[in-house]
């Protein structure tokens, strides 16, 4: 889901670049105002996580690969705002030291991971786990449902990014100028590929660390709070 | 043990583990994930290289390319899986680093 550099255009980049500033603004506001300072060393774990889980490709056979994110799982445990901080950590720093994901497709990858997913599998988690006690099964299975359309809501955005890049830059002959697959293709390969493989590998991940968290009675469950 | 420090543990079972995340593709003969091929095998899918992607991609010389060492494209599985734990360390130690930092100057008026 890393979009290299060369696959947007330079419009298309500036814009999701333009859209993250208010997006990182705010995030910085809100994790000022709820994170507190023994929240700190976790927020840094869930950076590191988020990082190393996105190095464990899985194949699909003979096909392509993908992986998971854990960007829901510093979500549901720290606030989507602070996983939109931890996630974009990870991908610059994945963009700038191993060249995985584009330069100048930071802003869309960022928006895609560290906004899209966080926030629509937060809420997801929110609405199933409403009325729960934090160490209730509930809060397991919201979290897992959260991972999944998260991780499907990133793929949808990073497929009509993609997909609309022939529509709008092509040259007079039908030439593709950057990404050369249109929305016909890459939405639907986007999407199935993280509904049908990718999107439950992110489920299981976020499922398994939030029981693990309830059984070490971690106290620090954001919904637990609100 | 202190949470931290058990779910510490855990990031660095993960790193060991991390080259699967080469093997198993290898093994199951899969390619690049979907809209993340190089210049070649974009070339090879679509019969031409598309412009924009000509003059944009492959511009920036990551320090660590595809998470293993300058110039080690085509080692072998192990030396590649060596070169796999050393990107996640090295990743890991900076990304925790930086958040660490931000972090702690988000929170400083909390103290």
Known sequence: MHIPDGYLSPETCVLFGTVMIPIWTAASKAVKKTLSVRQVPFLAIGAAFSFVIMMFNVPIPGGSTGHAVGGVLVAVLLGPWAACIAVTVALVIQALLFGDGGITAIGANCFNMAFVLPFSGYYVYKFISSGSQASSGRRVIAAGAGAYVGICMAALCTGIEFGLQPLLYHRANGQALYSPYGLNVAVPTMVLAHLVVFGWVEVIVTALVVKYLQKQNAVFFEGGRS | ?111
């Open chain 2, 1 to 111: 043990m202190t949470l931290t420090g058990k779910l510490w543990i855990g990031i660095v079972a993960l790193i060991i583990l991390s080259p699967l995340g080469l093997i198993l593709p290898y093994h199951f003969k899969a390619g690049s994930a979907w809209g993340e091929w190089g210049r070649d095998e974009i070339h090879k899918m679509t019969g031409y290289l598309p412009q924009g992607f000509q003059s944009l991609s492959e511009r920036w010389k990551a320090p660590m390319p595809d998470y293993a060492f300058q110039g080690w494209e085509g080692k072998d599985l192990s030396s590649m899986s060596f070169a796999y734990i050393i990107s996640a360390v090295a990743g890991i130690a900076i990304i925790a680093g930086v958040t660490l930092v931000i972090g702690k100057v988000l929170t400083k008026e909390h103290a």
